[in-house]
């Protein structure tokens, strides 16, 4: 295969890798929307379920109570928080990975038509220095 051939294809994948990338970085942010929303929805399943529990044994909401379902309203919104955090941070390093594919990528294409140029050239001083003798 000529080196350009395989420039080429060098590139080809490269920016396939990028396409991966975006791709991936796409599905973490989706996951992590999902996994947020079902979060959430626990979350509120369990206030309900205190808010419940509270109102059978005829407790007022203050005091013990009330604290007890501050506490579990803000410990959801840190899963939540973080869930999405980490979904971000994932599709971060998911767009940087396909970035960094396609610089490699071009990298190595470039270096394969460099190394082909020269092997050219070398080629040519040794015909013409065979063809001066």
Known sequence: MSEAGQAIGLLAQGEAAKSAGDLNTQLAIA?????AARIREVGEKQQGKIISAIGKAGVTMSGSAKVALAEAIRV???DVL???FNAEREAIMQRHRGRAARIASRISAATTLVQGGLGAYIGYEAYKDGKDK
């Not at 996951?31 to 996994?35: H, N």
């Open 31 to 35: 996951k992590g929307q999902e996994d």
């Open 76 to 78: 959801n919104k840190e």
């Open 82 to 84: 973080q869930t999405q």
